[in-house]
Antibody, heavy 116, light 106 residues
């Protein structure tokens, strides 16, 4: 399963760091992605990390503001989003990518609220 | 970038109905398409992968089809648990979601 850290409230311009802890499977074997969902809106892909080698890919909209890292020793992936704006208010999900099929396991979601 | 357009945005149906949701891609994506179901306050769950593969544990009333630029998700014999929002998803060089289709009880 994937267990994410708890809800956050941040001011504009601040950063948020969300964790996603994996258990029950081989952590290194599956890329981990981050997807967000603004209130009442659809799903938006953000980034992925290769837990084995540490390589990353970021969505164009987030480049320069996002960083995804992993700690193999505790099977945990982290997503940091900087310079938060009000339109970053969303539920953020981590999702395991099962090659070549899609996202077969999701975290429970972390609500990030950005408000002055 | 590949854009995915789902139709309809909202669909009203009754228990027992057969419904079809369409997802159109802005360019050919071969069969790199998945379908997810999402209920309020929950993460999405994978239903269909590679356009027509049924995910383990998903009821057989769900089926996917299509390739290239046009894809469908069909639910045959709607059950009360099926009323939710459905998303198509392209996953290859890019990762793009459709805007969603909300399936409502008529």
């Amino acid at each position: 399963q994937l267990v994410q850290s708890g809800a956050e409230v941040k001011k504009p311009g601040a950063s948020v760091n969300i964790s996603c802890k994996s258990s029950g499977y081989m952590f290194n074997a599956y890329y981990m992605h981050w997807v967000r969902q603004a209130p009442g809106q659809g799903l938006e892909w953000m980034a992925w990390v290769n837990p084995h080698a540490g390589g990353t890919k970021y969505g164009e909209r987030f480049k320069g503001r996002i960083s995804v890292t992993r700690d193999r020793s505790i099977s945990t992936v982290y997503m940091e989003l900087k310079n938060l704006r009000s339109d970053d208010t969303a539920v953020y999900f981590c999702a395991r990518y099962r090659t070549p099929d899609g996202f077969d396991m999701w975290g429970q979601g972390t609500l990030v609220t950005v408000s002055a | 970038d590949v854009q995915l357009t789902q139709s309809p945005s909202t669909l009203s149906a009754s228990v027992g109905d057969r419904i079809t949701i369409t997802c159109r891609a802005s360019q050919s994506i071969r069969n790199w398409l998945a379908w997810y179901q999402q209920k309020p306050g929950k993460p999405p769950t994978l239903l269909i992968y590679k356009a027509s593969g049924l995910e383990s544990g998903v009821p057989s009333r769900f089926s996917g089809g299509g390739s290239g630029t046009e894809f469908t998700l069909t639910i045959s014999g709607l059950q009360p648990d099926d009323f939710a929002t459905y998303y198509c998803h392209y996953y290859d060089a890019y990762y793009t979601f459709g805007q969603g289709t909300k399936l409502e009880i008529k």
